[in-house]
C-alpha cells in the first residue's frame, strides 16, 4: 500500500506535467504559427520577405540579389529575406502561401495578375506611399491604376513590356526583301512573308516561314491583331467583346497565312518545331510579334535582328499592347514590414538599379530618366532601336486587366485555338469564347 | 450442497483476485496499443478525416483561399452540371482510362509470363522494367520526349524507315491521350507485373503438369490455368489501373499541360486549376467529390461483375 499510494501521484504528477508541457508546447506552436510577428526584431532591425520570379542563377536572379545587398547597406535597419523560383513554380507557390497566410510581404507580381490579388482582397493600396513621388517620373503607373475598378495604385511598376515587330536581318538580306518600316501594313508583313518562306531542302514543306502567326503566348499573337483589325478583346465596359467583325477579319487573316499562303506554321505545327519561342532565335521563322523580354532570348540564339513597330491594320491601328509588371505589397504584413517594403521599391525604381535592371535586356526601365541614357538607347546587344518599345508603350492599351484575367483569357485563348486548329470556324469560335469567357468575369464576386 | 453456495459465494472473491495480473496485463497492452496507434489515429483525423470534412463543406460555398468562404448552397453542383469543360474533361479521363485500363494489364500480364522462368539475368530484366515505376514523371517526360518528339524523336524514325509520314504524337489533339496512356503503361507496367509474378508463383506446379499429362499445349495452359489462377490479381490489377488513370494529373501536368487545346485536359487537371490558378476552391471540391462518386460507381460496378470471372483458389 505505501508503494503505491506514493507511486500513483508521481505517475499522476508525471502525466500531469508531461500534459501541461504538451499543451505549453502546442501553445507556442500554434502562437509561433499564427504569427502575429509585427516584424521588428531584439536587434531593432525589421526582416521583410521579398519574393520574385526568375531562372534560378541566372542574369535576373543575380542582378535582384545584388540590388539587394545593396539596399541592406543603404537600409541598415531593414533585413531582406528572399523568396525566389521559376515563374511557373513561384506563382503556384504564392497562391498557397496566400491561402496559408505566408505570402511574401513585397512580390514581384506578372502585371496581368496585380488585379486577380487585389480583387481579392490581398494586396495593400499604395496610392498613399506613391503620392511621395511624382507619378510622372515612372512609365505604368496610369496602365496599373486602369486596372483597378477605382483607380487604385494596387502596384507599383517593376518593369515595362510592349510589344514590337521582331525580323531577322540575315534572312532579310538573303531574300532580298527591304526591312519593315513604320509603315509597314498587314499586307506588306503578308508580302515581306511570302517572299521569305523557304522550302531549302526541296521536301515540299518550308524549312524557313516568313511570320509566325500563331503563339500561346496571345499577346505576341492574335491579341493585338484583334485590335490591329478595329476589334476587341475586352470592351470599356468591362464586357468580353471579341465577337465582332473585326476579330473574324484577323482570324481570318492568320488562317490565312497558317493554311492558304503557308507562310506561318499553323499551331500543330509551331509546337512540333520545338514550341513558338524557339522559332524566331532558331531562325526557323523571319518575323515574330514579341515583347521587350524577347530580346533575351533572341540574343541567346545569336540572330541578328532588328525591331520594327507593329504594322498598320485596316484603319491605321497597330494594335499595341503592354504588360507592367509590378512590385505589389501584401495587405497582411504590419505596417513597419510594409513600410519597409515600400522603401524597397522606392530603392528599386531609382536610376541605380533601373539602370542595373536594364542591363540584363529583361524589361523596358519603368524610371522615364534611364529610358534616355545610352544604357538603354545604345545597348551593347541587337537590337539597336529600343525606342521602338517605347513609342509602343506609349500608345499601347492594357491586357483588359481584371480579377479573373487567368480564366477569362484562358477561355478566350482555348475557343480560338481551336479555330486556328481549324477543329472549328471563326465565329463559332468566337461566339463560344466570348460567352465563356463573359461567364468567368460574371460569376466573380469581390472580396469583401 | 452445503458446500456449492460457499463456493459460489467465494469464487467472485477469488476471481478478480486471480485475473488482477492478466486484467492488468490487458490493461497495459491497451494502453501500448493507443500509444502505438496514436500517430497514425493523429494521421487519419488530421489529415485524412478533417480534410474530407472540410472539403465537403467547401464544395457548398464560394472559396477563393484567401477570403473567408461564404455558403452558396448547390451553386457549385448545378455550375458543374453546365459546365462543358469539366465534362471534355471526364470524357478525356474516360478515354484515357479505356485504353490504359486494359492495355496495361494486358502488357503486365505478357511481361510476368515473360519473366516468370528461372533463367539467367532475370532479377535484372526483372529489376529494369521496375525503373520507370521509381521515376518521377520529370524524367519520364524527358525519355518520352526522346521517343515522342515529331522532328527528333525516335518514334517518327521508325516511321520513317517504313517511309511513313511523321506523327505529331503529343502535338495532335487525336493522338495526345493514346499517346499519353502508351506512356502511363511504359511507366505503370512494371508495378502491376511484379503483382501478377507473384500471383503466377502461387499457382501450383501440379496444375500444369496434369494439364500436360493430359495433352494440353502452351497456350491451352495461359487459358486454362495461368489466367484463371491470376484472376484474383487481374481483378486488384484493374481496379487499382482504374483509380490511378481517374486521378492522373502529374503526367499531364508535366507533359502537355491538358493541350493541344483541352485534348489531354483531364479532370484533376481541370480540378487542379479552379483550385490553384483561378482560386475557386469550392468549386474544386465539387469537381474532387463528382470525381469521388464516380470512382466509387466504377469501384462498387467492377465488385460486383468480379463474382463472374475471378476464382479464388
Not at chain 1, 262 to 290: H, I
Request: proline share 6%; charged share 20%.
Amino acid at each position: 500500500m505505501p508503494i503505491r499510494s506514493t507511486t500513483m501521484p508521481i505517475r499522476r504528477a508525471v502525466r500531469t506535467r508531461t500534459a501541461a508541457s504538451a499543451l505549453a508546447l502546442t501553445m507556442a506552436l500554434t502562437a509561433t504559427a499564427c504569427g502575429g510577428d509585427s516584424g521588428g526584431a531584439a536587434d531593432g532591425k525589421t526582416t521583410i520577405t521579398l519574393g520574385y520570379y526568375a531562372e534560378a542563377g541566372g542574369p535576373a536572379d543575380g542582378t535582384m540579389r545584388k540590388l539587394v545587398k545593396e539596399f541592406e547597406k543603404a537600409n541598415p535597419t531593414i533585413r531582406v529575406k528572399i523568396e525566389s523560383a521559376d515563374y511557373d513554380k513561384f506563382h503556384t507557390r504564392l497562391r498557397t502561401q496566400l491561402a496559408g497566410r505566408k505570402a511574401p510581404d513585397v512580390w514581384l507580381s506578372d502585371g496581368v495578375l496585380v488585379q486577380e490579388f487585389a480583387g481579392r482582397g490581398s494586396l495593400r493600396d499604395l496610392s498613399g506611399y506613391a503620392s511621395e513621388l511624382n507619378a510622372d517620373d515612372y512609365l505604368g503607373v496610369d496602365l496599373i491604376k486602369k486596372g483597378d475598378p477605382k483607380g487604385r495604385l494596387y502596384g507599383f511598376p517593376q518593369g515595362a513590356q510592349s510589344t514590337a515587330l521582331f525580323y531577322n536581318k540575315k534572312l532579310f538580306k538573303d531574300a532580298g526583301v527591304a526591312e519593315p518600316t513604320a509603315d509597314w501594313t498587314y499586307d506588306d508583313l503578308l508580302a515581306a512573308a511570302k517572299k521569305l518562306t523557304k522550302d531549302t531542302n526541296g521536301d515540299g514543306k518550308p524549312d524557313v516561314y516568313g511570320f509566325r502567326s500563331y503563339s500561346p503566348s496571345f499577346v505576341e499573337s492574335w491579341w493585338p491583331m484583334v485590335e490591329a483589325f478595329g476589334g476587341e478583346v475586352l470592351g470599356d465596359d468591362g464586357k468580353v467583346a471579341i465577337d465582332s467583325p473585326g476579330s473574324r477579319e484577323a482570324f481570318d487573316w492568320m488562317l490565312k497565312t497558317m493554311y492558304e499562303d503557308k507562310v506561318a506554321p499553323d499551331p500543330v505545327t509551331t509546337e512540333a518545331l520545338g514550341k513558338s519561342q524557339t522559332l524566331f532565335p532558331s531562325s526557323v521563322v523571319a518575323m515574330q510579334f514579341g515583347i521587350y523580354a524577347r530580346i533575351q532570348t533572341a540574343n541567346q540564339g545569336k540572330v541578328d535582328f532588328g525591331v520594327a513597330p507593329l504594322p498598320k491594320g485596316p484603319d491605321g491601328q497597330r494594335g499595341d499592347l503592354a504588360n507592367i509588371n509590378a512590385w505589389v505589397i501584401n495587405r497582411a504584413a504590419p505596417d513597419a514590414r510594409a513600410e519597409a517594403a515600400w522603401k524597397w521599391i522606392e530603392f528599386f525604381s531609382g536610376e541605380k538599379p533601373q539602370t542595373d535592371w536594364t542591363a540584363i535586356g529583361e524589361a523596358i526601365p519603368i524610371n522615364k530618366k534611364v529610358t534616355q541614357t545610352p544604357a538603354f538607347l545604345s545597348p551593347e546587344t541587337p537590337p539597336a532601336e529600343r525606342k521602338v518599345f517605347l513609342d509602343s508603350l506609349a500608345d499601347a492599351d492594357d491586357l483588359g486587366l481584371n480579377p479573373v484575367w487567368s480564366e477569362y483569357t484562358t477561355a478566350l485563348a482555348e475557343a480560338v485555338t481551336g479555330a486556328l486548329n481549324k477543329e472549328s470556324s471563326v465565329p463559332d469560335a468566337l461566339k463560344t469564347g466570348q460567352d465563356e469567357a463573359q461567364s468567368a468575369i460574371d460569376r466573380f464576386r469581390p472580396a469583401g | 450442497m452445503a458446500g456449492a453456495p460457499r463456493k459460489t459465494l467465494r469464487t467472485p472473491r477469488r476471481a478478480p483476485r486471480s485475473d488482477r495480473p492478466a486484467h492488468s496485463a490487458r490493461r497495459v497492452e491497451r494502453r501500448w496499443a493507443m500509444l502505438f496507434a496514436t500517430p497514425y489515429l493523429a494521421h487519419l483525423v488530421l489529415l485524412t478525416a478533417w480534410p474530407v470534412l472540410a472539403l465537403a463543406y467547401l464544395g457548398f460555398t464560394d472559396y477563393d483561399t484567401v477570403s473567408s468562404p461564404s455558403w452558396t448552397g448547390l451553386d457549385n453542383y448545378s455550375r458543374l452540371l453546365g459546365d462543358e469543360a469539366f465534362w471534355t474533361s471526364l470524357l478525356n479521363t474516360g478515354y484515357f482510362a479505356l485504353i490504359f485500363v486494359p492495355l496495361q494489364t494486358v502488357v503486365a500480364l505478357a511481361l510476368a509470363v515473360a519473366l516468370n522462368q528461372k533463367l539467367r539475368f532475370m532479377p535484372l530484366l526483372r529489376g529494369a522494367y521496375f525503373v520507370p515505376v521509381v521515376s518521377s514523371w520529370v524524367v519520364m517526360a524527358y525519355v518520352a520526349d526522346a521517343v515522342f518528339n515529331p522532328r527528333l524523336g525516335s518514334a517518327n524514325a521508325v516511321l520513317d524507315w517504313f517511309g511513313i509520314d511523321p506523327l505529331m504524337w503529343l502535338d495532335s489533339p487525336v493522338l495526345v491521350i493514346p499517346t499519353l496512356a502508351l506512356i502511363a503503361v511504359w511507366k505503370g507496367a512494371g508495378y502491376m507485373m511484379v503483382l501478377f509474378l507473384a500471383a503466377l508463383q502461387a499457382i501450383p506446379q501440379e496444375r500444369y503438369e496434369a494439364a500436360r499429362v493430359d495433352g494440353a499445349g502452351a497456350w491451352g495452359r495461359f487459358r486454362h490455368i495461368t489466367v484463371p489462377g491470376v484472376s484474383g490479381t487481374t481483378f486488384l490489377v484493374l481496379v487499382l489501373s482504374t483509380i490511378t488513370t481517374l486521378q492522373a494529373f502529374e503526367q499531364v501536368f508535366v507533359m502537355t499541360g491538358g493541350g493541344p487545346g483541352d485534348a489531354s485536359e483531364l479532370t484533376v487537371l481541370y480540378m487542379y486549376r479552379q483550385g490553384f490558378e483561378y482560386f475557386q476552391m469550392g468549386y474544386a471540391a465539387a469537381i474532387a467529390w463528382v470525381l469521388f462518386a464516380v470512382i466509387l460507381v466504377l469501384t462498387l460496378i467492377q465488385l460486383r461483375l468480379q463474382k463472374r470471372w475471378v476464382h479464388y483458389a
